[in-house]
């Protein structure tokens, strides 16, 4: 019988394929006897006989066995986050605080601390909660860095013709100035006395008295006043415009009915600068009335309604108006000329001053060179600051201003500048002292009235 199937077709693709030799290992025939593959038991060859049925059961068994001698599938590790580059240097302005101390507020606080003992190893996980910034807010964190618009010299023309687009940004002499009228800004406790004095006459002991008062009394938003205790014929009422011809003798005798500001404003006569001044009697038989027992209660009453009182002393020690004076004072102001007779009159009040047991105001005292005349004289200057200050807490020299030699009026617009700038400096070294004198002033501070 011939074989149709001699000649090879493909198989159809639903047709069980047989499976590889390999996967399908021989076996022995029943009985130990080996047959060659192909041959039948009767001897003859079988080329084409069917291929033995599929073992689902053995396919499954060696793909398992396969799996089992795989290599594991490992995950790989996730990347190590990069390392963040050094922060650079901040080029903004420097807090107050210091740039240490804004750093720590800009980092958030460190985790707490567990009080469980080494046992509990089974501790629960925190909930993730949002950092907080632990700093206060404050006018850095919210606002960037601008330069301070310029207050003088050809920065502030630029700056106000481009109407504000172009900041040159303050010269040298605007940060000096306005340092200098920080420090004229120092907070005082209670009041501050001030008594400008001198054993010499015709040296600008008056005209320091109101240019100092008017220059604390501009850059200050607290209440200043000048009172004339000179007891002979005091000048102090005309060095400013007059607004009232009430006197300090007046004030006294109308004591009992001051209670408000008001009051006592309207006594006073006030400058533009806001410096109100009271005024000694004009007549003199009458300023020598004016005794220790009056100043202290003139004293009393002004220091209810004023932050700073200055003292326009007489030319002598020893009257008794000077004893409540120095009694009452917490820093002394001395005027002197560039002279050899204002020096030495300047230097033994200092020496009556030790004497007499006001070392204590000798150390807080301020001497003042002023020029009464234009030009340099044979004086020299540099030995006679070195030896005043040796001796004092600070020494000013204020240069001559043609507007002061007048001998009228003062108003601060009609100094030259270097003599304005001269005086806020004076002001300023005044000031030093303000922050100390909260624990000397004589006696508790009384409340208002």
């Keep these: ?187 005082i406790r209670g009041d501050y006395k001030i008594a400008v004095l001198s054993l010499k006459g015709g040296v600008g002991k008056t005209t320091t008295t109101v240019a100092l008062g008017s220059t604390f009394a501009s850059l200050r938003g607290d209440h200043v006043v000048a009172i004339d205790a000179n007891p002979d014929l005091g000048t102090l009422g005309g060095r400013i415009p007059s607004q009232t011809p009430a006197t300090v003798r007046d004030l006294l005798n109308d004591q009992q009915r001051i209670h408000r500001y008001s009051d006592v404003r309207a006594f006073t006569s006030q400058a533009p600068s806001r410096l109100e001044v009271l005024a000694s009697e004009r007549d003199p038989h009458k300023a020598e009335a004016f005794s220790e027992t009056d100043y202290r209660e003139a004293v009393g009453i002004l220091d209810n309604f004023y932050n700073l009182i200055l003292t326009d002393c007489g030319t002598g020690l020893t009257h008794s108006a000077m004893r409540g004076v120095l009694d009452t004072a917490d820093a002394l102001v001395l005027v002197s000329s560039p002279a050899l007779d204002g020096a030495q009159s300047a230097d033994a009040t200092l020496n009556w001053l030790t004497a007499q047991g006001y070392g204590h105001l000798v150390e807080r005292t301020v001497v003042v060179i002023s020029s009464a005349r234009p030009g340099s004289s044979g004086i020299n200057m540099d030995e006679l600051v070195e030896h005043f200050a040796s001796e004092v807490r600070a020494v000013k020299v204020i240069p001559f201003d043609t507007h002061l030699a007048e001998g009228s009026e003062v108003d601060l617009d009609r100094m030259s500048p270097t003599t304005r700038d001269a005086f806020v400096e004076l002001a300023a070294l005044v000031a030093d002292d303000f922050p100390d004198a909260a624990g000397r002033h004589h006696g508790p501070i009384r409340p208002r009235r």
């Design 1 to 187: 019988m011939t074989n149709n199937s001699a000649t090879q077709r493909p198989s159809a693709p639903w047709v069980a394929q047989s499976p590889p030799a390999a996967e399908y290992p021989e076996q022995p025939p029943q009985g130990g006897e080996h047959r060659p593959p192909g041959e039948s038991e009767s001897g003859e060859g079988s080329e084409h006989l069917p291929p033995p049925p599929h073992d689902y059961a053995a396919a499954a068994r060696a793909t398992e066995a396969a799996r089992a001698v795989r290599a594991p599938l490992h995950i790989a590790e996730p990347p190590a986050p990069p390392t963040p580059a050094p922060a650079a240097a901040p080029t903004g302005p420097v807090p107050p605080w210091g740039r240490s101390a804004a750093a720590h507020f800009d980092q958030a606080p460190p985790p707490p601390q567990s009080t469980q003992g080494p046992a509990n190893t089974q501790a629960q996980p925190a909930a993730a909660t949002p950092a907080r910034h632990s700093g206060e807010i404050n006018r850095d964190m919210l606002f960037r860095p601008t330069r301070r618009p310029p207050a003088s010299g050809w920065r502030r023309f630029v700056h106000r013709i481009s109407g504000g687009g172009v900041n040159p940004g303050e010269s040298r002499d605007d940060v000096r100035r306005r340092h200098l009228v920080e420090r004229v800004n120092q907070p």
